[in-house]
Every structure is written in structure tokens, then in C-alpha cells.
T-cell receptor
């Protein structure tokens, strides 16, 4: 079945440093979605990417969808303590359900 | 618009019992999906309902079941609870298929002792 791998599992940065999480799928994806879950909270939708090579920005967050539509990344520039949480990617191949990666937990020290 | 609501928020059950969890989607959303979240396994898909029909099912034993009512509200049931069923159960609603963004509820924290 479809598998979505996410790395790293965990990252601890100092406030102001950059952060990147990577997502790789075993199959070609129709779209990829990113979610953020704050500690003790529930996943909240951030963005969806659909087109090959697509790049979208939300303030300090930059999302990319690979040319082959099998990988994606989320980059945060100049992290802030409010960025703390677990970032999940979720891919839909069209043949199965939305499959979530296991997430990257981001800890930001002031 | 009100968000996705889930009841109860917390549950403690003993092994062998059964439990029913409830989810009310955002008004107008016809798709409801259920996920089990544990520290080791992450978010695992249980099932998805759309217009009262189960459209997709994850790789969980038959002890896990669900249904959706005509008003899109959904319930999931777990029978013969096992210790390993302790988890956060999240439901998510969306406008249609899983190509639409999913709105998650706060979850039900189930502890099986």
C-alpha cells in the first residue's frame, strides 16, 4: 500500500534558525497536504499542493511539491517559539485514502 | 461556523468493554473520516464515510466499526477493548473526497485499563 515517509522525526532549533521537514511517498501523489499539530491540540490544515513543482509561501513557511509528485518539503525561515508543534504531510494517490506521514516534531528554544 | 465537535473528550474503559465515540462535522460537510493517533504509529486511518456510506476503510480489525447518519454526524464503535486501543481518536470532516482539506475535531482520548 501507499507509504508516506517523513524526516526528520524530531528537530530542536534555536529561535531564529531555519527548519525543513521532508516528505517522500512510495507512489505518485495527486496532491499533498500539510498539517500542524500543536502540543495537546489537533491537526490543523496548512496548505495543499497539487501541481508538479509547485511552490507556495505562507509568510515564513515555504512549501514545495516535487517534479515527480512523490516528494514535498516544508521550510520555515527564522523559526519562532510559536512554530513549535508536529508537522505532518499527507498524500492522496487517488487509489487509496489520505495517508499521513508520522510527522516531524519541532521544538524551538528561545 | 462551528468547528468539528467530538464527544466525549475523555474516556476510561476496562479491557473487554465496548465504547462509542461521536463526531459532529462542520455544517455542510458530508465526509467524515476517523483516525487513531498514538505516539508510536502516528495518525492511522480508520474509515471514511460519505453520505451515510463507508467509502474507505483502513487496516484495523473488525472490532472497529462506524456509521454515519443522515445529518452527517458519525459514530465509531470499538468492541472488546484491548490495552492497545488506548489512543487519541480524531475525526475530520471535509466537503467531499480526501482531496479537500480536512478539519479535525479536538479528539477523544481513550484510555483502556
Amino acid at each position: 500500500g501507499q507509504q508516506v515517509m517523513q524526516i526528520p522525526q524530531y528537530q530542536h532549533v534555536q529561535e531564529g534558525e531555519d527548519f525543513t521537514t521532508y516528505c517522500n511517498s512510495s507512489t505518485t501523489l495527486s496532491n499533498i497536504q500539510w498539517y500542524k499539530q500543536r502540543p495537546g491540540g489537533h491537526p490543523v490544515f496548512l496548505i495543499q499542493l497539487v501541481k508538479s513543482g509547485e511552490v507556495k509561501k505562507q509568510k515564513r513557511l515555504t512549501f514545495q511539491f516535487g517534479e515527480a509528485k512523490k516528494n514535498s518539503s516544508l521550510h520555515i525561515t527564522a523559526t519562532q517559539t510559536t512554530d513549535v508543534g508536529t508537522y505532518f504531510c499527507a498524500g492522496y494517490s487517488g487509489y487509496s485514502t489520505l495517508t499521513f506521514g508520522k510527522g516531524t516534531m519541532l521544538l524551538v528554544s528561545p | 461556523k462551528a468547528g468539528v465537535t467530538q464527544t466525549p473528550r475523555y474516556l476510561i474503559k476496562t479491557r473487554g468493554q465496548q465504547v462509542t465515540l461521536s463526531c459532529s462535522p462542520i455544517s455542510g460537510h458530508r465526509s467524515v473520516s476517523w483516525y487513531q493517533q498514538t505516539p508510536g504509529q502516528g495518525l492511522q486511518f480508520l474509515f471514511e464515510y460519505f453520505s451515510e456510506t463507508q467509502r474507505n476503510k483502513g487496516n484495523f480489525p473488525g472490532r472497529f466499526s462506524g456509521r454515519q447518519f443522515s445529518n452527517s454526524r458519525s459514530e465509531m464503535n470499538v468492541s472488546t477493548l484491548e490495552l492497545g486501543d488506548s489512543a487519541l481518536y480524531l475525526c475530520a470532516s471535509s466537503l467531499g473526497t480526501t482531496t479537500y482539506e480536512q478539519y479535525f475535531g479536538p479528539g477523544t482520548r481513550l484510555t483502556v485499563t
